[in-house]
């Protein structure tokens, strides 16, 4: 190979054996040599202790007060009291929902979290524990296929691109199946690698059929993604050879038996259930099922939530030549299938009709792999001396700028829904921007580039870390009295009969379920009209689910009567949504009820007191 002795090129190793990739220049390669296949590398303890710190750093966010903070959302809640059924009831084969199947998903999931809950209690901590874990392993998983890809400053810096990805970060901390399929998904990708660089070593090939079960398991045919991806990359280059490397005539059959034997004994039981499994995987992929987006939805997810890694892309016709592209992906280079990795899942999802923003974790971890390569090239200074047909991107200035953009984002709301108060709370997150305008002026200093910018990176990712850990224990303080768990304790606290049984009207709000510890079903008009009161002519009652406040309300002609007249039916209400207790004793003659009307609240001012019109079943016409 020939070249100028101002450039540098970067090209894969031709052997199998090797599976790492030897920058050269002027026609030699760097010092330093590849390992073979066999061959027994020495670990460096060093720098095995430094990534020990580096992985607890990392993982520290996932786990600061992940049992401190409610569920917020519907598939939180789903996700928890499905699990929370299932060790209930005792049935670990067939999952159920408010006492119905639930079919929607593979196992693994609930029976990780229900396991979690045996051990833990039914409590937000054991719903998180799973996905906590799991997100902790892929920060792990990414540093040593950084390590064993390219070196030690890769894996490293990779763990802690990843980590401070808002979309990692959050998902991580929900007990959804995100997190586990992210695991098992960079599990295939880099088996899927290494057992077509080293195709001696059985131990991929065997680490590849362990991780496409875990993805089976977990959310189904999804798992057949990332093998798509090995497959598009290894054709692409004419690796039509190496196919065979993966050995898939056996890991593909062998990852589907335990899903496949759990599907034919759910079949056995629940015949009716190949409707279901349709409409949770051909529906939404042509527009049949649920959470329809437009094409353009992952963008700005993709964007946002996998920052810092967007502001240092390397993007052909920017920053990067399209020959110097095509060429990589012709070659089959391993920087060719992370980037297949990014590129063909955003596709894919995009595509599909049926969109949510969780989608698209799995492009996280090989665009951190990117990142990483890309910030090793500028601490060593590679950069500097210039690569044909390639141009750094401006890494510090975007993320000073983004970073600086979303902190007074943060301020003006903080400011607007709590008040000045709540913006005092949110000055300490510009130690995070100021951190990166710190080492901005320094990005291009010389001499000695490693020392100054390692050091300079470093006290930029214990910033962002130490931001990310206090926003967290801020959403504790701000948010806590406005979800359910407050509202359900707050109902635990009232004067209430035991025998009284607990419904929703309207939206069916999974975490009364989970925090009443028992199932809470979605009233249906007989349950509505059946609520009774001791004086069939006396008003309808209604009473505030809220800590402010806990008052008893007559309601008369759709309006609310200043006053207290005691009464049976109890309604307790939350934003949205009504928490229905019916009053079961025999002795309580029945007046029936209907809800008129909408639901009236203001969040702003009392986001746990909502107002509902009722009459009484007399005055209808």
């Known amino acids: 190979m020939t070249g100028q002795a101002a450039t540098s090129q970067t090209v894969s190793a031709a052997q199998p054996e090797a599976s790492r990739t030897l920058r050269v220049r002027s026609g030699h390669a760097v010092p330093g040599s590849v390992p073979k296949v066999g061959e027994k590398q020495e670990l460096d303890k060093r720098q095995v202790m430094l990534a020990l710190i580096l992985l607890l750093a990392s993982a520290a966010p996932i786990f600061v007060s992940l049992g401190d903070h409610p569920l917020f959302g519907r598939s939180d809640a789903r996700y928890a009291e499905a699990s929370r059924e299932m060790l209930e009831s005792g049935d670990w084969l067939v999952p159920r929902l408010l006492g119905r199947p639930h079919l929607t998903k593979p196992p693994l999931i609930y029976w990780l979290q229900a396991a979690s809950m045996k051990w833990l209690g039914e409590n937000e901590l054991a719903a998180r524990l799973p996905s906590a874990v799991a997100g902790s392993l892929t920060l792990a998983l990414i540093m040593a296929v950084g390590w064993q890809w390219r070196s030690w400053h890769v894996g490293a810096m990779s763990a802690g691109v990843l980590a401070l990805m808002p979309l990692a970060l959050i998902v991580s901390r929900l007990p959804l199946t995100d997190a586990l399929l992210g695991f098992f998904w960079l599990g295939i990708l880099a088996s899927g690698l290494f057992a077509v660089r080293w195709p001696k070593q059985w131990r991929w090939p065997l680490l590849l059929c362990a991780a496409m079960t875990g993805a089976w398991m977990t959310k189904g045919p999804l798992a057949l993604v990332p093998l798509g991806v090995l ?73 946002v939530g996998l920052f810092p890694a967007t502001a240092m892309l390397e993007v052909p016709g920017l920053n990067l030549s399209w020959r110097s592209a095509w060429g990589s992906l012709r070659r089959g280079s391993d920087e060719a299938l992370w980037a297949l990795a990014v590129v063909l899942p955003f596709v894919f999802f995009s595509l599909s ?11 996280a971890p090989p665009l951190a792999l990117l990142t990483a390569v890309m910030l090793e090239r500028w601490v060593s200074g590679e950069n500097d001396r210039g690569i044909s047909g390639y141009k750094p991107p401006e890494v510090m200035g975007a993320v000073t700028v983004c970073l600086s953009l979303a902190w007074l984002g943060v301020l003006v709301a903080a400011g607007w829904f709590f008040g000045w108060r709540g913006a005092l709370l949110m ?43 206090y926003s967290e224990e801020l959403e504790d303080a701000l948010l806590h009295e406005h979800s359910i768990r407050s509202a359900v304790r707050h109902i635990h606290g009232m004067d209430l009969p035991a025998e009284a049984s607990w419904m929703t009207v309207g939206k069916l709000e999974y975490g009364f379920s989970f925090y009443h510890g028992a199932q809470v079903p979605v009233a249906t008009p007989e349950d509505i009209a059946a609520i009774g009161e001791a004086d069939a002519q006396s008003p309808g009652v209604l009473k505030h689910a809220s800590p402010q406040a806990s008052r008893t309300l007559p309601v008369r002609s759709g309006r609310a009567v200043p006053g207290s007249v005691p009464g049976a039916g109890v309604l307790i209400c939350y934003p949205d949504k009504l928490a229905v207790l019916r009053q079961t004793q025999p002795d309580w003659p029945g007046a029936a009820y209907r809800l008129m009307g909408e639901v009236l609240y203001n969040p702003r001012k009392d986001p746990l007191v909502v107002f509902a019109r009722i009459e009484p079943a007399a005055s209808r016409p």
């Open 353 to 363: 009709a049926g969109k949510l923003a969780t989608y698209i974790l799995p492009c």
């Open 231 to 303: 497959l598009v990359w290894l054709a692409f280059s004419g690796q039509w050879r190496a196919m065979g490397r993966l050995r898939l005539w056996w890991t593909v059959p062998l990852s589907l038996l335990p899903v496949g034997v759990w599907a034919a004994m759910v079949v056995v039981h629940r015949p009716g259930v190949w409707g279901q499994w349709y409409q949770e995987t051909i529906s939404r992929v042509v527009g049949e099922g649920d959470h329809l987006q437009p094409m353009w939805f992952f963008i700005p997810v993709f964007l």
């Open 427 to 469: 000055l300490p997150m510009a130690v995070g921007p100021a951190a990166a305008a710190w080492l901005w002026p320094i990005w291009k200093k010389r001499p000695p580039p490693q020392v100054r910018r390692g050091f300079g990176l470093t006290v930029l990712f214990a910033a962002l870390i130490a931001v990310t850990c």
